[in-house]
């Protein structure tokens, strides 16, 4: 049996905690393992075989790691070989930088969504979407959202999903 994903809401996750990671996933900001490859030292000892690690070499690496770990990040990065993950989620999630995880929502006018955990007032998100719905005289449904709404990949969804309110609750407040 497979274990469920717990899945942190923004309002439990750390922030404000420099050089913090955060998995893009389900929002882990506090546990998280690294993918490391040791070398171990094997001995047949009568009939029995013991695996142990050089616990000389491992404490130099350990402590090499805990000196340079935000330049691991940020290398591991950028040359596509992942070695932090979220001990959260399976091996395949990996983590980024919590500050670089909330730039990219800003640079990209994200108007709220479970990475960042900032979402626009439900006014703004009714304004918004009344502009639109008006224009075309309620004639509008999810799917042209999908495509002529400039928010609308940047997590205009989440915004929805965060207020409870569906686009069809706002057509028939418009009188649509």
């Known amino acids: 049996m497979s ?17 913090n990671l955060q998995c893009g996933y389900c929002g882990n900001t506090t546990a998280f393992y690294m993918n490391l490859k040791f070398r171990h030292e094997l001995c047949v000892e009568k009939g029995s075989l013991n695996v142990s690690l050089n616990q000389q070499r491992t404490q130099h690496i350990l402590d090499s790691i805990s000196k340079n770990i935000w330049d691991m990040i940020s290398k591991s990065q950028s040359d596509g070989k992942e070695i932090f993950f979220c001990a959260n989620c399976d091996e395949s ?15 990209m006018g994200c108007p709220g969504c479970e990475v960042c955990g900032n979402y626009i007032s439900e006014e703004e998100l009714r304004d918004l979407c009344t502009e639109c719905i008006n224009e075309r005289n309620g004639e509008i449904t999810e799917e042209d959202c999908m495509y002529s709404c400039s928010h609308f990949d940047n997590g205009l969804i989440d915004v929805f999903n965060h207020y409870d309110i569906t686009l069809e609750d706002l057509k028939k407040e418009l009188g649509y």
């Open 3 to 19: 274990r469920a994903i717990k899945y942190y809401e923004p309002e439990h996750r750390r922030y404000g905690v420099a050089n």
């Open 93 to 107: 999630e990996s983590v980024d930088l919590q500050e670089r995880l909330i730039d990219y929502c800003w640079q």
